[in-house]
């Protein structure tokens, strides 16, 4: 617009500016037409696909345009097609309808609904008769702008254009652009696509482009030069807008996938959590059972002994005391089996496992003998305390599980260990990450069951397998395991032999030793000693 009023004047001389110029017109239209087609592959609109026609039917005049122009690809001044510059005048129109085309096509199916598009099986037939209806138009128009001129409106000034100005077909243009711009605006006005945005904004482009040319009157002028500029630029918005909208998906694609992938990751350690939770239920139940009959006994006591205070206070403290372990009871067990996001946090595996045995007796039944031996200096590490709980209780309940309704004995112990450049540890499978050189706090929790055969021990992490009967598990306990000790930078490997099986945790030792570490340290009473035994329990508590 700032060059309409310097649009007259004449502008530099540019060898091969036209030549050029149009060019690059046609690989821009060409390219446009490609991704649209091959968008329209992927969405079946009918939108896409008439858009894809008319930048086909616009590539093609404009090539028949180019052929047109004098000296180009004849010798001289003489043209390969039509005899003067009435047929480049006619084509020169004829392209520049083929985007107005594209507008009032592409609003006229949008105004169907959106939803309109091709069966899968269709879109290669679709795109074959679109190609071949663009080139049969070409062909058509190439006729309209050579043999039928005698039958067409005279709109030849030579280098002038103030004949098309004057003379109907420019005007028509015009109005058939502002109403394909109006119907497209309109239409799309709900929701409107980042390419549908752009074909607007290309036709407003190509009317500028009109304008200017036709202002400067002649080729050569500032008008002109401007026109074939805008009009390039026109041809590259559909193709710019294209591109940007692949990019746009990619990234909403990654975004979502990011997102989704949490999520599951999120809903499956749940899942693996309460699969954990489950197998403490047997215990949890039997513990239970126990308070509320001494509850039970406690309040009956209390009814026939009322006028004995001394009792009845007696009783009442019984009864509290089995209240609050029940309350400690179910606070510990919903501490274990919550929902929330991974919390990495510097802690004593020591004192870790001292505060899980409780929980962990329940998951054992008392013929299980359950030992736990604890390295006296192991150095802290970095987990999510409530993830190694869940880990250590899958561990177990995997070894009791190994060892049958006979029973047997289950070692938990720690200790230091360290690894080498380019080291790994005994058992590792040839898919495991690479572990870093340096210490490590190792974790092991062996059973002395029959052992696993060597194609179950290679594939015990893999989420879902499992080798027991159907209901009665749902393999996510190893992988949950396997996927712990990934996540706090080490491994988890198996040693199986006819004798038993040991499972190991590799877990970074933090080597500096920090005052909370310390701390947590000192909370394991005699950490050197060579075993504590949790099981078994008194026959009597067992009968309970």
């Known amino acids: 617009m700032v060059l309409l009023p310097y649009a007259a004047l004449p502008g530099p001389v540019i060898p091969g500016f036209l030549i050029i110029n149009q060019t690059a017109l046609l690989i821009a239209y060409g390219l446009g037409s490609w991704v649209l087609y091959a968008q329209f592959r992927r969405g079946r609109s009918l939108s896409l696909l008439l858009a894809a026609t008319a930048s086909l039917f616009t590539a093609g005049i404009m090539t028949l345009q180019f052929a047109s122009f004098p000296g180009v690809f004849a010798p001289g001044n003489a043209r390969l097609l039509g005899t003067g510059p009435e047929t480049s005048n006619w084509l020169w129109t004829f392209w520049h309808a083929g985007p107005v085309a594209l507008g009032l096509g592409y609003a006229a199916t949008v105004h169907r609904g959106r939803a309109a598009s091709f069966a899968p099986d269709r879109t290669a037939l679709a795109v074959c008769l679109s190609i071949a209806g663009a080139l049969l138009l070409t062909a058509a128009f190439g006729v309209a702008s050579t043999a039928a001129l005698p039958w067409q409106p005279w709109q030849n000034g030579g280098e002038n254009y103030m004949v098309f100005v004057t003379s109907g077909v420019g005007p028509c243009l015009w109005l058939l652009a502002i109403a394909a711009l109006g119907a497209l605006w309109w239409t799309t006005r709900v929701g409107r696509t980042v390419l549908e ?45 294209y591109l ?114 409780a929980l962990a007796l329940r998951a054992v039944p008392v013929s299980v003998r359950l030992e736990w031996r604890f390295e006296s200096d192991a150095h802290p590490v970095v987990i999510d305390t409530l993830e190694f709980e869940t880990a250590l209780l899958n561990l177990i309940v995997n070894a009791r599980d190994a060892m049958g309704s006979g029973g047997g004995r289950i070692d938990v112990s720690t200790r230091n260990a360290t690894l080498g450049a380019g080291a790994m540890p005994d058992g590792a499978r040839p898919n495991d990450a690479a572990l870093a050189a340096g210490a490590y706090v190792v974790i092991s929790i062996t059973d002395d069951g029959p052992g696993m055969p060597e194609d179950v021990a290679t594939r015990a992490f893999d989420p879902f397998f499992t080798t027991k009967e159907t209901g009665k598990g749902t393999g996510l306990g190893l992988a949950q395991v396997y996927g712990f000790a990934h996540s706090a930078g080490g491994l988890a490997v198996i040693h199986t032999a006819p004798s038993g099986t040991t499972i190991e945790l590799w877990l970074p030792q933090i080597v500096s030793v920090t005052a909370h570490a310390t701390e947590s340290n000192s909370t394991i009473t005699d950490p050197t000693a060579a075993a504590v035994v949790v099981h078994p329990v008194p026959a009597a508590q067992a009968a309970q």
């Open 197 to 241: 945005l752009w074909i607007a904004v290309s036709l407003v482009l190509l009317k500028l482009d009109s304008l200017l040319t036709q202002v400067g009157m002649t080729r050569g002028s500032v008008g002109w030069y401007a026109g074939r500029i805008g009009a390039l630029i026109s041809a590259l918005m559909v193709l710019w807008a």
């Open 244 to 357: 940007h909208e692949v990019n746009a998906t990619y990234s909403r694609a990654e975004k979502l996938g990011a997102s989704e992938r949490l999520r599951i990751e999120e809903a499956l350690r749940h899942a693996q959590k309460m699969e954990a939770v489950g197998h403490l239920t047997s215990g949890i139940s039997h513990d239970f059972n126990n308070l509320l009959t001494v509850i039970n006994s406690a309040f009956e006591l209390i009814l026939k002994r009322q006028h004995q205070p001394g009792e009845v206070a007696k009783m009442a403290d019984l009864g509290l005391n089995a209240v609050n372990k029940g309350t400690a009871l179910t606070a510990q067990l919903l501490s274990f089996s919550g929902r929330k996001a991974l919390r990495p946090e510097t802690v004593n595996p020591n004192a870790v496992m001292a505060d899980f045995q």
